[in-house]
C-alpha cells in the first residue's frame, strides 16, 4: 500500500524518521550493500552461486555469502518492549532511544527502502536505517522481502494508500541495563528500534510486526503461518512455531507420497501472509523464503536456490571451493534465505478453506475438528508448543515446558483480543478449522510418537475430505477420525485414540486447565481477552469434571 506521507504523531516515530535525515546517512541499493559486505570482516564469500542476482540488481558472478552472529543466533523476546505497555519508565526508553539514535547518526549509516506485501491490496514500503558496518544483514533484509526496484515499484504504485513501516538497527549498541538488547515497538506508528541485537530474524520479524498490524487495521487476519493450494481445492493455511513442522506441511510438494502425480502444489508462503476479509483473499508478505538449514546435507541440489545464509559452517573442499556446512553442525538454527523457485508458487490466493493449528501438546491425538467457531478460536488462541532448541534466546530450563502461544505468533504488538475478533471473523465465513498434534500422543512415559509421514497425510485426507468425523465425548466441541484406522495406519486407533480412562482423562483436563488460566490471565491480568473466547475451553473442562468427579 502506498504511502500518505503523514506526519510522525508520537515521539517514537519523530526520533526514528529523523534519524534517516541525518548528514552521516545515505540512500543505498542492493548492489551497494552487496559490495559493502564483500568487505565485511565477518562474512565469509562461498563458491555457491547466488540465484538469479540479476532480478536484485548484483553482479552474474555473485555468490552466497555467510554471516554468523557470535553466541545468540535466535530471536530474544525478552528485549522487547511495546509502547502501549510502557508506564512510568516511559521517560526512561525515550531518553535512551535518543541516545541511541545520537551514537547511530555519529557513524555511517545506510537508508535502505523494500516492499512487504506481494498484492494490490497490501503492498507497503518498509525502510531499514543501519550502521555501514552492518551491510549483510540490511542487504538480507532487502532480500527477503523485495528491494526498492522493479517489478515492485510497479506493484506499489498500483496499491491502495496507507502509511509505512521505519525500522532502525543498531547491532553495535550496548547497555549494561539490557544485556540481552533492547526492541522499542510503537505500533500505532508503525516503526521500531532494535538495538543490540544482531540476529537477521529480529528485523525480518521486526519489519512483519509492523505489517501484521497494518493489516489487522485494514480488516484483515494476520497470520504467522504457512498457505498452499492443492489442485485447485480450498486453500489449506497451518500455522505453528518453529520445529512444529509448519514448514515442512506447507512446502511438501507431494505430502510423502500421498498426493497423485496431477495433484499440483501451488504454495504462497510458510511463514507470513494476511487474509484480507473483506476482498476474500491472501496475500503473500515476503518474496523469498527464510528458513532453517537443519536438513540441508552439503552440496544439497537445494543449495542452488539460496541467496544468503547465516549461522552456518564453510569449509574448503579438493578443488579449492568453500562449500556450506549446514545440518545444525557448527549451532542450532542454522539459516538461509532462498527463492520460491524451487517449488511452485504464487503471490496470492482465495480465502483459506481450512485452517489448522498446530500444536505439541500430548493430551491431543493427530488430529481433530472443532465443530463450532467459539472453540476454533479458543483452540487457536490458547495453542501449545514446546520451544524449538536454538530458535529462541531463552534459558535451558524453559526449553522443556510446555507453552502457549496464541495463533502461533510470539511477535503480536496489538491486544490479543484483535487475533480472536479477527479468526472469528474468518471462520464464520465458513472456514474449517483444525487442531493437529505434530509431536506425541499419550500419557507422560507412554508416548506414541506422531510422525511427519502420517502428519503429511492426514493434511491430503483434510484436502481431499476423506476423513469422517465423530464426536469427541470427553471434549465437547472436537471431534476425532471414525475411519483413522482406514486412512492412515492400521494401528491408527490403537496408537492414537483417546481413552475414558481416569489416568489420561486427569492429564486432559490438566492440559484444559493449562490453556483457560493463560487465557484468563491474559484477561484478568494484561485487559488482553475476553470471556467469550474462554468460555469453550471451560465448558469442556466442566464436562470432564463431571466425569472425573460424578454427583
Request: negative net charge.
Amino acid at each position: 500500500m502506498a504511502n500518505l506521507q503523514m506526519p510522525p504523531r508520537s515521539a517514537w516515530r519523530a526520533i526514528i524518521e529523523s534519524a534517516f535525515f541525518a548528514n552521516s546517512v545515505r540512500k543505498t541499493s542492493a548492489l551497494e550493500l552487496y559490495n559493502l559486505a564483500l568487505k565485511q570482516p565477518e562474512v565469509v564469500i562461498t563458491s555457491h552461486p547466488f540465484y538469479k542476482p540479476e532480478q536484485f540488481g548484483l553482479p552474474s558472478d555473485a555468490k552466497v555469502l555467510v554471516s554468523n552472529d557470535g553466541g545468540i543466533v535466535g530471536r530474544t523476546a525478552r528485549a522487547r518492549r511495546l509502547v502501549r505497555q510502557m508506564r512510568s519508565e516511559r521517560s526512561e526508553y525515550h531518553e535512551i532511544l535518543c541516545e541511541a539514535v545520537y551514537n547511530l547518526n555519529k557513524r555511517k549509516a545506510l537508508w535502505f527502502e523494500a516492499v512487504v506485501g506481494l498484492h494490490p491490496d497490501f503492498v507497503v514500503k518498509a525502510n531499514l536505517l543501519s550502521p555501514e558496518s552492518d551491510a549483510k544483514n540490511t542487504l538480507d533484509w532487502g532480500i527477503n522481502f523485495a528491494p526498492w526496484m522493479q517489478p515492485w515499484i510497479a506493484l506499489y504504485e498500483q496499491s491502495k494508500p496507507i502509511d509505512e513501516p521505519e525500522v532502525l538497527a543498531d547491532p553495535e549498541w550496548r547497555d549494561e541495563r539490557f544485556p540481552d538488547g533492547l526492541v522499542i515497538v510503537d505500533e500505532d506508528e508503525n516503526c521500531a528500534a532494535i538495538l543490540g541485537l544482531r540476529y537477521f530474524g529480529e528485523r525480518k520479524k521486526g519489519t512483519l510486526t509492523l505489517a501484521w498490524t497494518m493489516g489487522t487495521r485494514q480488516n484483515m487476519v494476520a497470520c504467522h503461518g504457512g498457505i498452499k493450494d492443492v489442485d485447485g481445492n480450498p486453500p489449506i493455511a497451518v500455522f505453528g512455531l518453529s520445529g512444529s513442522g509448519k514448514s515442512s506441511l506447507t512446502n511438501s510438494h507431494d505430502h510423502g507420497g500421498t498426493l497423485r502425480e496431477d495433484e499440483e502444489v501451488t504454495v504462497i508462503h510458510d511463514d507470513a501472509f494476511l487474509i484480507d476479509l473483506d476482498a476474500d483473499m491472501t496475500v503473500a508478505l515476503e518474496t523469498s523464503l527464510f528458513d532453517k538449514t537443519d536438513a540441508v546435507k552439503i552440496n544439497d541440489e537445494n543449495i542452488r536456490f539460496f541467496y544468503s545464509a547465516q549461522n552456518v559452517g564453510v569449509t574448503l573442499t579438493e578443488d579449492g571451493s568453500r562449500v556450506i556446512v549446514a545440518e545444525d553442525i557448527r549451532n542450532k538454527n542454522g539459516r538461509c534465505i532462498k527463492s520460491r523457485d524451487m517449488f511452485h508458487h504464487a503471490d496470492s490466493c482465495p480465502r483459506p478453506g481450512s485452517v489448522i493449528w498446530l500444536q505439541k501438546d500430548p493430551s491431543l491425538p493427530p488430529v481433530c475438528k472443532a465443530a463450532n467457531v467459539g472453540l476454533a478460536v479458543s483452540m487457536g488462541a490458547s495453542l501449545s508448543t514446546m520451544r524449538a532448541k536454538g530458535v529462541e534466546n531463552v534459558p535451558a530450563e524453559e526449553l522443556e515446558k510446555l507453552v502457549i502461544e496464541p495463533f502461533a505468533n510470539p511477535f503480536r504488538v496489538y491486544p490479543l483480543t484483535v487475533d480472536c475478533l479477527q479468526f472469528r471473523k474468518l471462520f464464520k465465513l465458513g472456514t474449517e478449522c483444525y487442531v493437529m498434534n505434530t509431536h506425541a500422543f499419550g500419557l507422560p512415559g507412554e508416548e506414541s510418537d506422531i510422525s511427519l509421514q502420517l502428519s503429511l497425510s492426514i493434511v491430503t485426507a483434510i484436502v481431499r475430505g476423506r476423513i469422517e468425523w465423530k464426536e469427541w465425548a470427553m471434549f465437547p466441541g472436537l471431534m476425532v477420525p471414525k475411519n483413522g484406522a482406514d486412512l492412515f495406519d492400521a494401528d491408527y486407533d490403537k496408537k492414537y485414540s483417546p481413552t475414558e480412562g481416569m489416568q489420561y482423562l486427569q492429564f486432559l483436563r490438566r492440559r484444559m486447565q493449562d490453556r483457560i488460566t493463560y487465557l484468563s490471565n491474559k484477561r484478568d491480568l494484561e485487559n488482553d481477552m475476553e470471556s467469550v473466547f474462554i468460555d469453550p475451553l471451560v465448558a469442556a473442562r466442566l464436562h470432564i469434571d463431571s466425569v472425573l468427579n460424578p454427583i
